[in-house]
């Protein structure tokens, strides 16, 4: 569960990774025991005291040690789940038109058809839910294929499917007055959002 990067260019992939690998599992669905007592023995501090996204990771460490599942379960369900409209939406498409299934969803699942991948049959949600969205940034940093896994299909596939609709998601969540372990989650997300989109904007 360590995000933060060390000196080494191939750790710090495989931080990033492990992020949006987390990050993808805390939107899917609430956590379970094994993932919260994989929080409870977590590292609160980074090597390089300072580092931009410390204080974010120590406050989601410190949200996950003072809940439990039965807490974290009707938080989840309430914020997100039950049958019909949602009180908080995960998909892109809501932000970027308003609309589910529409146009930026199409555009997805062609982007997604040119790389190789489809959502699995198991999985209820469209692609454009941002668990999907993540496990995909996931797998373009740790894939073996070089003609995926690079940092400009990264940039770009960051930047038109997530960047410009994640902060309204994590603004929707966090004004909610049900959230409470999710709207630390939506601030770490947030910051490490920042943190991907300074680090894409050096590639120019």
């Given at each position: 569960?360590?995000?933060?990067p060390t000196?080494?260019?191939?750790?710090?992939?495989?931080?990033?990774?492990?992020?949006?690998?987390?990050?993808?599992?805390?939107?899917?669905?609430?956590p379970?025991?094994?993932?919260?007592?994989?929080?409870?023995?977590?590292?609160?501090?980074?090597?390089?005291?300072?580092?931009f996204?410390?204080?974010?990771?120590?406050?989601?460490?410190?949200a996950?040690?003072?809940?439990?599942?039965?807490?974290?379960?009707?938080?989840?369900?309430?914020?997100?789940?039950?049958?019909?409209?949602?009180?908080?939406?995960?998909?892109?498409?809501?932000?970027?038109?308003?609309f589910?299934?529409?146009k930026?969803?199409a555009?997805l699942?062609?982007?997604?058809a040119?790389?190789?991948?489809?959502?699995?049959?198991?999985?209820?949600?469209?692609?454009?839910?941002?668990?999907?969205?993540?496990?995909?940034?996931?797998?373009?940093?740790?894939?073996?294929?070089?003609?995926?896994?690079?940092?400009?299909?990264?940039?770009?596939?960051?930047?038109?499917h997530?960047q410009?609709?994640?902060?309204?998601?994590?603004?929707?969540?966090?004004?909610?007055?049900?959230?409470?372990?999710?709207?630390?989650?939506a601030?770490?997300?947030?910051?490490?959002?920042?943190?991907?989109?300074?680090?894409?904007?050096?590639?120019?």
């Open positions: 569960m360590s995000f933060v000196s080494s260019a191939l750790d710090e992939e495989v931080a990033r990774a492990e992020v949006y690998g987390l990050l993808a599992r805390l939107w899917y669905a609430a379970d025991a094994e993932l919260l007592q994989a929080f409870a023995v977590a590292p609160t501090e980074a090597p390089a005291p300072g580092a996204l410390e204080e974010p990771w120590r406050q989601l460490v410190g996950a040690r003072g809940t439990d599942l039965p807490a974290l379960r009707a938080e989840y369900d309430a914020l997100f789940g039950g049958i019909g409209k949602p009180e908080v939406y995960l998909f892109g498409s809501h932000y970027l038109s308003g589910l299934n529409d930026p969803l555009q699942r062609g982007e997604l040119r790389l190789g991948l489809a959502r699995d049959d198991a999985m209820s949600e469209s692609e454009d839910h941002v668990a999907f969205l993540c496990e995909v940034m996931r797998y373009l940093i740790a894939s073996d294929d070089v003609a995926v896994a690079h940092l400009a299909r990264q940039r770009e596939f960051f930047s038109v997530l410009p609709w994640l902060p309204a998601m994590c603004d929707a969540v966090q004004q909610h007055p049900s959230a409470r372990f999710y709207a630390v989650l601030s770490f997300t947030r910051a490490f959002a920042e943190v991907e989109a300074q680090g894409f904007d050096m590639l120019d």
